[in-house]
């Protein structure tokens, strides 16, 4: 927006003036007085010389505030007040002058009247282009404002693949200022809407919504939802689009389903303890009557002992890897890993910790099931997160690298460690926060990828490491 200029004072005397020439009855009293005035004149003084000259200027007053036939009307009048005053004229002269005065007052009354005329059109439509420019003003800045309160990310692309416009949450949403994101392409922050514009012209009215992965400037990169359009043809062909953060949605998804993992661990886990005592009740009940009578050998009561005995034992042997393997999948683990630090990262941040990450480039993909990994890995993250609560140093390693076509993922960290290695993978052992089954369940999911989770000793804090194959080695192991 340019500089605003301030008004200029109107004179007081212009305004007056202004004022009395737009005044229709004052104006018509000055053109009667001027036509009083000459004819008084040229009675009194009797002149040997005609003042009819001078009558154009009744005309002239008149025409400023009167219609086209009104002018013609006033300019017939003045030319036969004229007429009065003359003497030694024939008919013919005279009429002659009468009608060469009414043509020459008529000329410079519409002359005025058109001038006149086309000054009111011309102020009137500068009026209306103010009045339309003030409207414009207002709207583009209720328009900015809107822009800049917007809690989503709003930007133009132009046709050549640059941002040309953008407000300050995307700026926020980049972690960039305005300056760098303006006639930066849009490829390095979000390639889905590169491709969009890159599509054929003679696809017209796109206007769609989708949800991508977009970079920020640090090269951190986040899930976001878009909705766009494209606009224009050829070199005039701009993409508006709008973008939001979607990180908060997908944290707090895989959160409830790693919630409900836990719940149906408990619910797991309270049915089997629930068993568990009804078998219990049953052998103390066995065992009372057998107290009172001997010998056992033979006696039902004892072959109902062996029973419960062995029913209790195939329930404490129940293991999640007699369960049907779901069909695995190629996991990317890029895409894996960016959307694990979506959901990790803020825990992290909100208590002073630190995430290091150690993926190497270029691994392939993973045979597993997507959900269910994620799920193993946002398990290990949680118990980290809530080791290293009372530890000064709080900091999570998690690398990822390639070794025999396998997968080697470890998660480290900096926390209290764990006191007795031979339980961690035992269902309901004492010490266990929760059920006891996370780490058991965990171990299961991964094995039903053909991987291993097992326990990495390490000096300080506590480490796994999760072993799968990845998806070009379970190939030519079908194979």
């Given amino acids: 927006m340019g500089p605003i200029r301030k008004k200029q ?62 002018v013609i009307l006033a300019a017939i009048f003045c030319a036969f007040v004229r007429g009065l005053f003359t003497s030694n004229e024939d008919m013919l002269e005279h009429i ?19 001038i006149n005329y086309s000054q009111r059109l011309m102020l009137e439509h500068y009026a209306r282009i103010r009045i339309e420019q003030r409207l414009r003003q207002k709207a583009e800045e209720q328009l900015r404002l809107l822009a800049e309160s917007s809690p989503a990310g709003l930007l133009t692309v132009g046709s050549t693949g640059k941002i040309i416009a953008v407000n300050q949450a995307a700026c926020t949403m980049f972690g960039a200022d305005e300056a760098s994101l303006l006639n930066h392409p849009i490829r390095d ?14 696809i017209d009215h796109i206007r769609t919504s989708a949800t991508t992965w977009a970079r920020r400037s640090d090269a951190t990169v986040f899930p976001a939802a878009t909705w766009f ?25 895989e959160r409830n389903h790693f919630e409900q993992m836990v719940h149906y661990n408990r619910v797991l886990a ?4 629930h068993e568990i005592r009804n078998l219990c009740s049953a052998i103390a009940v066995v065992t009372s009557n057998l107290g009172r009578r001997s010998p056992v050998a033979g006696d039902a009561d004892f072959h109902a002992l ?27 683990a890029e895409s894996l890993f960016d959307e694990l630090r979506v959901i990790i990262d803020q825990d992290w941040e909100d208590i002073g910790g630190t995430i290091h990450w150690k993926i190497d480039s270029g691994l392939a993909g993973i045979a597993a099931d997507r959900h269910n990994l994620l799920q193993v890995l946002l398990n ?73 989770l097992h326990y990495v000793p390490v000096e300080t ?14 190939v030519v192991n079908q194979v």
Wanted: with cysteine; aromatic share 10%.
């Fill in 96 to 114: 002659l002058r009468f009608c060469m005065a009414t043509i020459a007052y008529t000329g410079c009354g519409l002359l005025i009247y058109q």
């Fill in 461 to 474: 804090g506590c480490c796994f490491e999760i072993v799968i194959p990845l998806s070009n080695a379970l």
């Fill in 9 to 70: 004072p109107v004179p007081r005397l212009t305004f007056r003036a202004r004022s009395f020439i737009t005044n229709r009855t004052r104006m018509m009293q000055l053109a009667i007085a001027l036509v009083l005035l000459l004819a008084g004149l040229e009675w009194y003084f009797d002149f040997d010389f005609s003042l009819g000259i001078f009558y154009i200027f009744p005309v002239i007053v008149a025409a400023m505030v009167l219609k086209r036939w009104q």
């Fill in 380 to 452: 290990l993250s949680q118990n980290a997160l809530r080791a290293v609560d009372s530890c000064p140093r709080k900091e999570l390693t998690i690398s990822a690298m390639e070794r025999d076509r396998h997968c080697l993922i470890q998660v480290c960290d900096t926390g209290v460690g764990v006191g007795n290695t031979e339980l961690l993978f035992q269902p309901f052992h004492p010490g266990s926060q929760g059920s006891g089954l996370g780490l058991y369940v965990s171990r299961a999911i991964v094995r039903n990828f053909g991987g291993e």
């Fill in 270 to 273: 309270g049915a089997v303890s």
């Fill in 306 to 332: 062996k029973s419960l005995v062995g029913g209790l034992s195939k329930l404490a042997s129940f293991d999640l890897r007699n369960q049907a393997r779901k069909a695995l999948s190629q996991v990317s």
């Fill in 189 to 202: 922050y979000l390639p889905l809407l590169a491709d969009a514009l890159s599509l054929s012209p003679d």
């Fill in 229 to 253: 359009s494209i606009y224009g043809a050829k070199e005039q062909r701009n993409l508006a689009a709008i973008v939001v953060d979607h990180s908060e949605e997908v944290r707090d998804r």
